[in-house]
């Protein structure tokens, strides 16, 4: 069994991997918003609007959980 200090860093690791994987996933988001993207241009911009502001707020919630 697991003594809560375990169960706490576990907890801690898992919720870094989602983080890390939510940035990640806003960073290919726009890479493919990118010339030569399959979005159309009105698509694009709000693509890109939206996985700019997701990359900046996965990066702070990183930041911060770093720190924690």
Excluded: N, W
Aim: hydrophobic share 40%; with cysteine; aromatic share 2%.
């Amino acid at each position: 069994e697991r003594s809560a200090g375990q169960k706490a860093g576990i907890d801690r690791d898992k919720a870094m991997t989602t983080l890390l994987g939510e940035a990640q996933d806003y960073a290919l988001l726009l890479d493919h918003c990118a010339d030569g993207s399959p979005f159309a241009e009105p698509d694009r911009k709000a693509l890109r609007a939206l996985a700019k502001t997701g990359v900046r707020r996965a990066r702070a919630r990183i930041v911060q959980r770093r720190i924690d």
